[in-house]
C-alpha cells in the first residue's frame, strides 16, 4: 500500500485540517481588520495547499526603507539567503508563499525565486533587490515558479485587500490570523503601526522565530529601524518558545512607509517611537505562542534575582522547553522537582538552598528543600488555570527574564505526525 504524501501536487491537506480542528483556546474573540495606507494588498490561492489562499502580495506606493532581521539557523531557506544576498534596505514590494518553504533547494530554490521575482521587478520597473521574498511551510520540496507568476499576472485586474487577509495568507498550522495595530503620539501627532505574524510550530527564539511583518506609517532612516529592531527583539520574539525547534525560514521585517517625516535625533522621540514598537512586538509574539500546536495553557516562566539576565534566560528556557516540565504542566501536576531539574541541566553556577520555586503565589520550595507549609489543595487548583505562571529566585543577584512558552499534549504529536500526509 502506498503512503500518502502531498509531494507530487503540494496540497498540503493536514495544514487547513488543522486550522478547522484544533482551534487554540486563546484565540481572540474578535479578529481586528483594519484599513492600511501606503500599501496595497494582494492575496491568492496559488496552489501550494488544497483550499485556503496561500500568497500574499504586497507591493508599495513608494520605494521603503527596510531593516530585516532572520534565523540563525545553519540550514537557511532559499528566501533567507536571496534576501541576504540581494535586499540592501530599500523595497518595492514583499512576496510570501505558505505551504512550502524552499529550504534546503539548493540552486534551484534560487533559481525559483529569481524566475518569479525578475516577472514582477519588470511589471513594476524596479531592481530585483528591492523586492523581498519569505516561504514557509514543508521542507525539502521544489515548485514551479509558474505557480507565483500566474497569480502576479491577475495583479492589475484585482482590487487591494485587506489586512487580515494578508495575515490569513500566510497561516500554515496557525489556528487563527494574527494582526496587531498600535498608535503612538509623537509632537501633538498621531502616527499608526500595524502588523502580521505567522507561526504555531517550530517556534524557538534565534531570530527570527516565524514571519512578521510590521509597518510604520512615517519615514524612518534604515539604521534607525534597525536599531528599532534589535532594541526591541530580546524581550519580545526572542522571548518565546512552543518546541525549541528553530526554523529555516524565520523572517522578521520593519517597512518605513514614508507618510510623514519624523524626528528621531532626540532620544525623547526615538522611545517614544520604540516603546510602540515594543507593544506590536510584544503582542504579536505573545499571539504567535498562544496558537502553539495543540497546546491547553500558556506557560509564562519568571527568573528573578539571577547573577545575569544571560544566566537567566537560559535557565528561563531550559525549563520553558523541557518536555518533562511542558507535559507535566499538561498534565495539571504541580512537580516542581521537574523545575529543579531543568535548573541543574544548564551547569550554571548555583546555590541549591537559595532556590525559591513558585506556581503564581503558591510556594512549592525554598531553602533547599520543600516549603514547610505546602498547601497542595491550592496548588491543584492552580494548575486548573489556563495559564500558569512559574516563578523561580536563584537569590544570586538583581537580573531576570521571562519567558512565554505552552505545555506538550497528544494534539501536538498528532499534528507534527500529520503534517505531510
Not at 502531498?6 to 478547522?20: G, K, V
Not at 524552499?102 to 534560487?110: E, F, L, P, R, V
Amino acid at each position: 500500500m502506498k503512503n500518502k504524501t502531498s509531494t507530487p501536487d503540494l496540497n498540503l491537506t493536514s495544514n487547513e485540517r488543522i486550522y478547522l480542528e484544533s482551534p487554540s483556546i486563546f484565540k481572540p474573540k474578535k479578529i481586528l481588520n483594519f484599513n492600511t495606507k501606503g500599501l496595497k494588498i494582494y492575496t491568492f490561492k496559488a496552489g501550494f495547499k488544497k483550499g485556503n489562499k496561500d500568497l500574499l502580495i504586497i507591493i508599495f506606493d513608494k520605494l521603503v526603507n527596510t531593516a530585516s532581521v532572520y534565523s540563525k539557523t545553519s540550514t537557511p531557506s532559499a528566501p533567507i539567503i536571496w534576501d541576504k544576498k540581494y535586499n540592501k534596505g530599500k523595497t518595492k514590494a514583499l512576496i510570501v508563499n505558505s505551504g512550502n518553504a524552499n529550504a534546503h533547494t539548493g540552486k534551484k530554490g534560487i533559481d525559483i525565486i529569481n524566475s518569479y521575482v525578475m516577472f514582477l521587478s519588470k511589471i513594476l520597473n524596479c531592481k530585483k533587490s528591492e523586492i523581498l521574498v519569505s516561504s514557509t511551510g514543508v521542507i525539502g520540496e521544489l515548485f514551479k515558479p509558474e505557480l507565483i507568476i500566474k497569480q502576479i499576472k491577475k495583479i492589475s485586474k484585482n482590487k487591494s485587500g485587506k489586512i487580515i487577509e494578508a495575515a490569513k495568507a500566510i497561516m500554515t498550522t496557525d489556528t487563527y490570523p494574527k494582526l496587531s495595530n498600535k498608535k503612538f503620539i509623537l509632537n501633538r501627532k498621531r502616527y499608526n503601526i500595524f502588523g502580521i505574524a505567522k507561526g504555531s510550530g517550530m517556534i524557538n527564539p534565534n531570530m527570527g522565530t516565524m514571519l512578521v511583518y510590521l509597518f510604520i506609517e512615517p519615514y524612518i532612516s534604515k539604521n534607525n529601524l534597525k536599531k528599532l529592531i534589535n532594541e526591541n527583539l530580546d524581550n519580545t520574539f526572542n522571548a518565546i518558545t512552543v518546541d525549541s525547534d528553530t526554523s529555516t525560514s524565520d523572517t522578521l521585517a520593519l517597512f518605513s512607509l514614508d507618510q510623514s517625516k519624523i524626528n528621531l535625533n532626540t532620544n525623547k522621540n526615538f522611545n517614544i517611537v520604540s516603546s510602540a514598537i515594543s507593544a506590536i512586538m510584544k503582542d504579536l509574539s505573545l499571539q504567535v505562542v498562544k496558537d502553539g500546536e495543540g497546546l491547553t495553557k500558556l506557560v509564562q516562566v519568571n527568573i528573578l534575582k539571577a547573577s545575569s539576565k544571560n544566566q537567566a534566560k537560559k535557565i528561563a528556557f531550559s525549563i520553558a522547553n523541557s518536555p518533562l516540565v511542558k507535559t507535566a504542566i499538561s498534565g495539571q501536576d504541580a512537580n516542581w522537582g521537574r523545575i529543579i531539574m531543568a535548573i541543574g541541566k544548564t551547569q550554571e553556577k548555583i546555590q541549591q538552598n537559595k532556590i525559591k520555586i513558585s506556581f503564581g503565589s503558591n510556594i512549592l520550595c525554598e531553602k533547599g528543600s520543600i516549603y514547610k507549609k505546602i498547601n497542595y489543595k491550592k496548588i491543584s487548583n492552580y494548575m486548573k488555570n489556563n495559564i500558569v505562571i512559574i516563578n523561580v529566585e536563584l537569590g544570586l543577584g538583581n537580573d531576570s527574564f521571562t519567558v512565554h512558552g505552552n505545555d506538550l499534549t497528544h494534539e501536538y504529536i498528532r499534528i507534527n505526525g500529520d503534517y505531510r500526509s
